[in-house]
């Protein structure tokens, strides 16, 4: 039981679950052509790969910015500034990728979990079992 645990914790498993989740909703790619064949398969693959390990980038970034800002706040008014536009900034991005899928995304929040969800606006409970969405690690 213990290696499945670990498993399930480590960074390979995680980015494999999230696109394990994303791989049937990607629809076209990032020049918005579809993909509909089935030797489109392995573009949606690639496509996804690069999504995860993108939104995994952000939230490791949005993660590192708020514990930075719990445990020594911001220096001053203009160091509050940047930290608020780069997390605008990440924010967009994610939004970005999540839209590709149909989902919505939520970055930031509480550091001592993942600082990051993905949610199916349709229905925003569906996800994980721990709150609404799936958790990006």
């Known amino acids: 039981m213990s290696d499945i645990a670990t498993m399930e914790n480590s960074s390979t498993y995680r980015a494999a679950y999230l696109a ?47 514990v930075r800002s719990c445990n020594y706040g911001h220096a001053s008014d203009a160091a509050e500034s940047r ?20 989902l919505r995304a939520d970055i930031g929040g509480d550091p001592r979990g993942a600082c990051g969800r993905l949610i199916d606006p349709a229905d925003a409970g569906k996800g994980d079992g721990w709150g609404g969405g799936w958790p990006i690690w």
Do not use: C, W
Not at 40 to 60: P, S
Not at 93 to 98: F, P
């Open 20 to 66: 394990a989740l994303l791989a049937p909703r990607r629809l076209a790619d990032n020049d918005g052509q579809p993909l509909q064949s089935p030797q489109d398969d392995g573009r949606r693959a690639v496509f996804t790969a690069r999504d995860v390990y993108r939104l995994q980038a952000i939230t490791a970034a949005a993660k590192r910015a708020a």
């Open 83 to 102: 930290y608020s536009k780069a997390a605008d900034k990440r924010q967009a991005e994610a939004d970005a990728i999540a839209a590709r899928y149909g």
